[in-house]
């Protein structure tokens, strides 16, 4: 019976190891379920529309590049308007609980974003990056001055830009001008300006717009009788100084005086239409217009620095920055970089100051081979470039939308004859202080 047992308990083992080795004996194992592909992360990008030509088509095909480039992230561009009004609509997305991730808004809007705790400092990002301090360094300084304050640095310049002066060498040529040298001081502006205005009205010498910026039209002259409107602090505007006040009474002179430009308000919009229709021989627009102008006037003309004062050379930096917000997660805020850098990559920005006639903020964008070779044939897009060695901040303050209604509302009195300079400018000044006064401390920063 041993016998047989021992045999019963060979066979048996056997079968065992048989079932073992051929895995039939085990039991089967659950599949193992398939990794999900991680979603892409979502983006809203909001952005504004300040000049005329196709800069919504370069904005979404500048985005479409961005995705194939990174699968990992989806970008939604949304235009919002004018500066002004993708100010309003990002604040309202944001205080309704659907904040953008990314938005391109005024480079003034820096103290009142800061101030309502909307956008993070981009320091942190820029310190993690390999090449992050190289970046910084790689913009030029007048772009800056309106994108840091209190030590950080808020917002990245995209599209910027100085006013300029444009014109037409045709028309300069048929008043007996040498078409190839604009004026050069205030003086000269007048002198050229009485021998291009025709009586009739048909044409003007010059157009300088009086509505939607007109700070910003105006800031320049201030600059060039030898004093900015604001400090470096956004605690204080200086409307009143002696400075301003010459500056302005120039400007106002050129049309009730000189009768270079029309009297009343003259549209910003419309000053652009208006030199590529032959209506206005000079004209004082942002470099923004350049490559519209470029791509509709019929005739030769010129963009040239804003003529000197009794100081010198002046023109205030403009235009947008990249902003991100607080509002949303980390993982959100780190893929808003990602997009940042690679929109203000040298080639990117090389390609979108092309596109648009706005100032490459980067140093190296005039080193790629597109933009050398482009500038090459175009040297009216270095002008504002070079221009960028007498610019200064533009004006911005803490509370800066009702500075600038105050200050604004003024300039259009003197513009319309409602108040004389001294007494429009001394009411601004006054307003101004008052709600300064009580912006002097910096949340958030």
């Given at each position: 019976?041993?016998?047989?047992?021992?045999?019963?308990?060979?066979?048996?083992?056997?079968?065992?190891?048989?079932?073992?080795?051929?895995?039939?004996?085990?039991?089967?194992?659950?599949?193992?379920?398939?990794?999900?592909?991680?979603?892409?992360?979502?983006?809203?990008?909001?952005?504004?529309?300040?000049?005329?030509?196709?800069?919504?088509k370069?904005?979404?095909?500048?985005?479409?590049d961005?995705?194939?480039?990174?699968p990992?992230?989806?970008?939604?561009?949304?235009?919002?308007?004018?500066?002004?009004?993708?100010?309003?609509?990002?604040?309202?997305a944001?205080?309704?609980?659907?904040?953008?991730?990314v938005?391109v808004?005024?480079?003034?809007?820096l103290?009142?974003?800061?101030?309502q705790?909307?956008?993070?400092?981009?320091?942190?990002?820029?310190?993690?990056d390999?090449d992050?301090?190289?970046?910084?360094?790689?913009?030029?300084?007048?772009?800056?001055?309106?994108?840091?304050?209190?030590?950080?640095?808020?917002?990245?310049?995209?599209?910027?830009?100085?006013?300029?002066?444009y014109?037409?060498?045709?028309l300069?040529?048929?008043?007996?001008?040498?078409?190839?040298?604009?004026?050069?001081?205030?003086?000269?502006?007048?002198?050229?300006?009485?021998?291009l205005?025709?009586?009739d009205g048909?044409?003007?010498g010059?157009?300088?717009?009086?509505?939607?910026?007109?700070?910003?039209l105006?800031?320049?002259?201030?600059?060039?009788a030898?004093?900015?409107?604001?400090?470096?602090?956004?605690?204080?505007v200086?409307?009143?100084?002696?400075?301003?006040?010459?500056?302005l009474?120039?400007?106002?002179?050129?049309?009730?005086?000189?009768?270079?430009?029309?009297?009343?308000?003259?549209?910003?919009?419309?000053?652009?239409?208006?030199?590529?229709?032959g209506?206005?021989?000079?004209?004082?627009?942002?470099?923004g217009?350049?490559?519209?102008?470029?791509?509709?006037?019929k005739?030769?003309?010129?963009?040239?620095?804003?003529?000197?004062?009794?100081?010198?050379?002046?023109?205030?930096?403009?235009?947008?920055?990249?902003?991100?917000?607080?509002?949303?997660?980390?993982?959100?805020?780190?893929?808003?970089?990602?997009?940042?850098?690679?929109?203000?990559?040298?080639?990117?920005?090389?390609?979108?100051?092309?596109?648009?006639?706005?100032v490459?903020?980067r140093?190296?964008?005039?080193?790629?081979?597109?933009?050398?070779?482009?500038?090459?044939?175009?040297?009216?897009?270095?002008v504002?470039?070079?221009?960028?060695?007498?610019?200064?901040?533009?004006?911005?303050?803490?509370?800066?939308?009702?500075?600038?209604?105050?200050?604004?509302?003024?300039?259009?009195?003197?513009?319309?004859?409602?108040?004389?300079?001294?007494?429009a400018?001394?009411?601004?000044?006054?307003?101004?202080?008052?709600?300064?006064?009580?912006?002097?401390?910096?949340?958030?920063?």
């Open positions: 019976m041993s016998r047989k047992l021992g045999f019963r308990f060979m066979a048996i083992l056997a079968i065992v190891m048989l079932l073992a080795a051929s895995g039939c004996g085990r039991q089967a194992e659950a599949p193992q379920p398939q990794k999900e592909a991680k979603a892409p992360v979502e983006l809203t990008f909001y952005y504004p529309v300040a000049v005329g030509g196709p800069i919504t370069l904005i979404e095909g500048m985005a479409n961005f995705m194939r480039a990174n990992d992230i989806k970008v939604k561009p949304v235009f919002a308007g004018n500066y002004s009004d993708t100010l309003t609509k990002v604040q309202t944001i205080q309704g609980g659907q904040s953008p991730e938005a808004l005024l480079s003034t809007d103290y009142t974003l800061v101030d705790d909307f956008v993070v400092p981009l320091d942190g990002f820029i310190q993690k390999t992050g301090q190289a970046y910084l360094k790689d913009f030029y300084p007048a772009f800056m001055a309106n994108s840091q304050a209190g030590g950080k640095t808020w917002g990245m310049p995209f599209q910027r830009s100085t006013v300029v002066l014109w037409n060498k045709d300069f040529k048929a008043a007996g001008l040498d078409p190839d040298k604009p004026p050069k001081t205030w003086d000269e502006l007048v002198a050229d300006g009485k021998r205005t025709k009586p048909s044409v003007w010059l157009k300088i717009p009086s509505d939607g910026y007109p700070y910003w105006l800031q320049g002259f201030a600059m060039q030898g004093k900015n409107i604001c400090d470096d602090t956004g605690t204080k200086f409307f009143n100084s002696p400075e301003n006040i010459r500056g009474e120039f400007f106002l002179s050129l049309s009730r005086d000189d009768k270079i430009m029309p009297t009343g308000v003259i549209q910003w919009a419309a000053v652009p239409t208006d030199f590529v229709g209506k206005a021989a000079m004209i004082f627009h942002t470099t217009s350049l490559t519209n102008i470029a791509q509709n006037a005739f030769p003309f010129g963009v040239a620095f804003l003529p000197a004062g009794p100081k010198g050379y002046g023109t205030p930096t403009g235009g947008g920055n990249f902003y991100i917000f607080k509002q949303v997660s980390p993982e959100k805020q780190q893929a808003a970089w990602k997009f940042v850098r690679w929109m203000t990559h040298p080639e990117n920005l090389a390609k979108w100051s092309i596109g648009t006639g706005y490459a903020p140093q190296s964008s005039y080193d790629t081979p597109v933009m050398k070779d482009f500038v090459a044939k175009n040297p009216n897009f270095l504002a470039r070079d221009q960028l060695q007498y610019a200064q901040r533009e004006l911005s303050t803490h509370r800066n939308p009702e500075i600038y209604k105050a200050y604004n509302t003024k300039l259009q009195d003197i513009v319309t004859g409602k108040l004389g300079v001294k007494e400018i001394d009411a601004a000044q006054k307003e101004a202080e008052q709600i300064l006064s009580g912006a002097k401390s910096s949340s958030g920063y």
